[in-house]
């Protein structure tokens, strides 16, 4: 997620802007720049790489008297992270930073080009600041009214010029905050860059913008509305973390956001769009090898079952550093995928080398744009997650199942976008169900281990509720094939095996419903997650009732991410940071 921040009114407007920044490094990011107006002119300053690379240049730039200024921090989504493709973009006389996704930008960019007008950026943030010197004519804010106007998606804007000593502002999708302290005002996409420089903030609601000087001056559809001040946090690190108690907490809660961004001009009412790829790159492709590692693995798993059923490609799931040394038949015919949240896993990144050297197509879906596996891939899916903090995975893997979903769409030319957009409905985190969770974990404590069940889609999830749970709470867990527990693992079972099982409605439920009632038969203690409650199960967590099993697979998704969450607090560990493990792992 990108970064922004903004000031006006203030004394030393550069201190605010880089300070701003380096708070919201933990948002993650690959370049960053600043605009001001210094000497009646728009100066922008970027740099590719860490803040201080940013830093350096400013302290170089020989700025004169800054007035105000814009800021920004890139996680790439559209072109590469480059000093070209950093923000601020700038026009003739103005700069804008941008965060989110402008889903019309190559129509507007095509229709600019038509009237002369020049870009050299591959990100669709240009077409704002082009677009509103294209729509100026001495008035600025009815240029920037127009600009909104034309602007599909999402976004958070902030927009200097030289001819106005102004910032514009609009919110639609991706957040913005506006603080005032005095004549003081500034501009931040999160609350951390703002403590210590204002006590109260307006947080813009979608729809909202305007214009700020010594004043805010607030619209929404063309009527002035008053900003509505809350008072800002006064810890930090507790803002960074967004008041959640850790950041794997907070990034479950982000999983709605960062899947409509995820979808965001991908997932259409005509079906599945990706700019990243064409038609042309999947022909003579027989079949896929997906090669991955824990989380991203299991996320393979599931795109097994879709690109299988759907698009009708025999798709095999190899774990890296299994396939690395196996001397596997690798075919021409054979499109290579690589899933990672990081783009740097060792096994992973030797799989996708592999595949390359025998000449096979390959295709990247990762999280970190510029990363190893991003550069050696021939073709890349961006998760558009933004930073995960949190070494167990979550909102990465929400992503990567969503992008197999809409990859075996697009593969099949189905169009499941109501069921895509119902999905990511599932994934708002509903307080009841969150608090229901809490209470449930201090009975899953003291067992002698865990099984995750589950059948189809179900069971590679019942592999990453098991992973979750051992991750971060260490106590032992496995997922399972539901249907091979009496192939042995049921003589596990007494009152304290505990087996959460996945019963969908949609898929093989009644097969499934045996396989627990065998469970419960043993005395093993069952929780089902389910939409149908079923009697002898001593818990269970109801799910939305859905026709589609990807809806359920998302909700269930997020019912295990809370239940290992809630039981490692409980344990007392380390939730964002689990003993023994890395975020990354780059070595073999
Ligand atoms: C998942 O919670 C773990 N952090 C781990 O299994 C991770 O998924 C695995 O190391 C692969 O990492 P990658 O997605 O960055 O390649």
């Known amino acids: 997620m990108c970064g922004i921040v903004g000031c006006i009114g203030v004394k030393n407007p550069v201190e605010y802007l880089i300070e701003g920044l380096k708070e919201l490094e933990y948002r993650g990011y690959d370049s960053a720049g600043i605009a001001v107006k210094d000497e009646n002119e728009i100066k922008v300053i970027k740099a590719v790489g860490k803040l201080k690379n940013l830093e350096d240049k400013v302290k170089k730039s020989g700025l004169k008297n800054p007035e105000f200024g814009i800021g ?112 003081e005002i500034y501009f931040a996409s999160s609350d951390a860059p703002l403590i210590g420089y204002a006590e109260k903030a307006h947080y813009l609601e979608d729809g909202e913008y305007g214009v700020a000087d010594n004043e805010i001056h607030l619209y929404n559809d063309s009527q002035k509305i008053s900003p509505y001040f809350k008072s800002l946090p006064t810890n930090k690190e507790s803002a960074k973390k967004g008041g959640f108690r850790f950041y794997m907490e907070k990034e479950i809660y982000e999983q709605y956001d960062v899947l409509k961004e995820n979808t965001l001009g991908r997932n259409t009412p005509d079906g599945i769009k990706f700019d990243e790829l064409d038609r042309e790159f999947f022909e003579g492709i027989n079949n896929i090898i997906i090669s991955a590692c824990g989380t991203s693995y299991h996320a393979g798993l599931v795109g097994k079952y879709l690109l299988e059923r759907d698009a009708k490609i025999r798709t095999n799931v190899e774990v890296a550093s299994e396939l690395r040394y196996r001397e596997p038949l690798l075919t021409k015919d054979t499109l290579f995928v690589v899933i990672s949240q990081s783009g740097e896993t060792a096994d992973t990144l030797e799989t996708l080398k592999m595949a390359k050297k025998a000449g096979l197509k390959t295709l990247a879906l990762c999280n970190v744009d510029n990363s190893s596996i991003v550069r050696e891939a021939d073709k890349t899916i961006l998760l558009r997650a933004g930073i995960e903090k949190g070494v167990a995975s979550t909102k990465a893997f929400a992503t990567q199942v969503m992008t197999l979903w809409m990859l075996s769409n697009y593969l099949a030319q189905k169009n499941e976008y109501e069921a895509i957009n119902e999905a990511i409905e599932v994934t708002k985190v509903d307080s009841a169900l969150h608090e229901k969770i809490k209470r449930l974990s201090k009975r899953y404590l003291h067992g002698h281990g865990f099984f995750y069940i589950g059948r189809d889609i179900f069971f590679p999830l019942a592999l990453e509720g098991a992973l979750k749970l051992k991750e971060i709470s260490y106590i032992h867990a496995e997922g399972y094939p539901a249907g091979e527990m009496k192939h042995g693992p049921i003589a596990l079972a007494d009152p304290d095996l505990y087996v959460v099982a996945l019963l969908s409605k949609n898929i093989l439920f009644e097969k499934t419903k045996s396989n627990i009632e065998e469970l419960v038969a043993r005395d093993a203690t069952v929780l089902t997650v389910s939409s149908e409650y079923i009697e002898m199960t001593d818990d269970f967590i109801k799910i939305n009732d859905t026709a589609h099993p990807m809806v359920e697979f998302f909700e269930m998704m997020l019912v295990t991410q809370l239940l290992a969450m809630e039981v490692a607090i409980r344990m007392g560990n380390d939730v964002d940071m689990p003993r023994n493990l890395a975020k990354s792992v780059t070595v073999e």
């Open 72 to 183: 920004h921090t890139r996680w790439a989504t559209h072109g590469k992270p480059t000093e070209i493709n950093a923000h601020p973009h700038r026009g003739a006389f103005s700069a804008v930073v941008h965060n989110g996704i402008i889903e019309n930008y190559q129509e507007i960019k095509k229709e600019l080009q038509k009237e002369g007008i020049e870009f050299i950026s591959q990100t669709d943030t240009e077409v704002i600041v082009k677009l509103f010197e294209y729509y100026y004519e001495g008035d600025s804010f009815k240029a920037f009214e127009k600009t909104l106007k034309k602007l599909e998606g999402a976004y958070a804007i902030l927009l200097i010029t030289k001819y106005e000593d102004k910032i514009f502002f609009a919110k639609k999708g991706s957040p913005l905050i506006v603080a005032k302290n005095g004549n």
